[in-house]
């Protein structure tokens, strides 16, 4: 999981959350910095109180005090709640390996049925969010916008050429980075 903060329209850190985190405890610039996840685009609060040891623990898991829930969370199964309706579960019911595996095998099916179409469409709306965070004001953000969900990179590269290039260069990180390894 990375993060990238940006000072103005400048990156000035990329790395693990507790790098960025330690980062901008350690700055000696004022001012706003703007931290954004890489993997959605969203714009995120990190917690850079503390030492850097703090800080490192405090993003890494090993604080976490909070009760041990039900499942099997060594292998990354996590319990929430599921709503059905009573015909769902009386399907489920009588599937076999019972409900869970039967669910579990119904979205691996539609990941790899759809998985190629929500890759793009998921960097499409992190480039977006990203966007609309830093770049709203600069010239041809909504021309931008339009070409980014027509999937047209030519014509978004055309038109934010101009932006400040941090800015530019992590726009198109965002929405075109991941459909390219996967095309390579």
Do not use: C
């Not at 703090?54 to 976490?64: D, K, L, P, Q, V």
């Not at 039900?70 to 009386?90: F, I, N, Q, S, Y």
């Not at 027509?150 to 980075?177: H, K, N, S, T």
């Amino acid at each position: 999981m990375g993060y990238t903060a940006f000072k103005g329209f400048g990156r000035v850190a990329a790395g693990t959350p507790s790098e960025v985190a330690i980062f901008l405890k350690d700055t000696s610039q004022g001012g706003e910095f703007l931290v954004f996840d890489d993997a959605t685009g969203s714009q995120v609060d990190l917690d850079s109180r503390g030492t850097p040891e703090e800080i490192s623990a405090r993003y890494s898991g090993e604080s976490s005090s909070e009760p041990r829930g039900r499942g099997r969370p060594r292998l990354g199964v996590v319990a929430k709640e599921v709503t059905l309706l009573p015909r769902h579960w009386d399907w489920l019911s009588v599937q076999p390996g019972g409900a869970s595996v039967a669910l579990r095998k119904l979205v691996d099916q539609a990941r790899r049925a759809s998985g190629d179409r929500d890759r793009v469409r998921a960097a499409q709306e992190a480039a977006y969010r990203f966007m609309s965070a830093i770049a709203g004001n600069l010239p041809g953000f909504e021309e931008a916008s339009r070409a980014l969900f027509a999937y047209d990179r030519r014509r978004f590269g055309e038109i934010i050429a101009g932006w400040p290039e941090d800015v530019r260069d992590y726009a198109i990180q965002l929405a075109f980075a991941d459909r390219d390894a996967s095309a390579g």
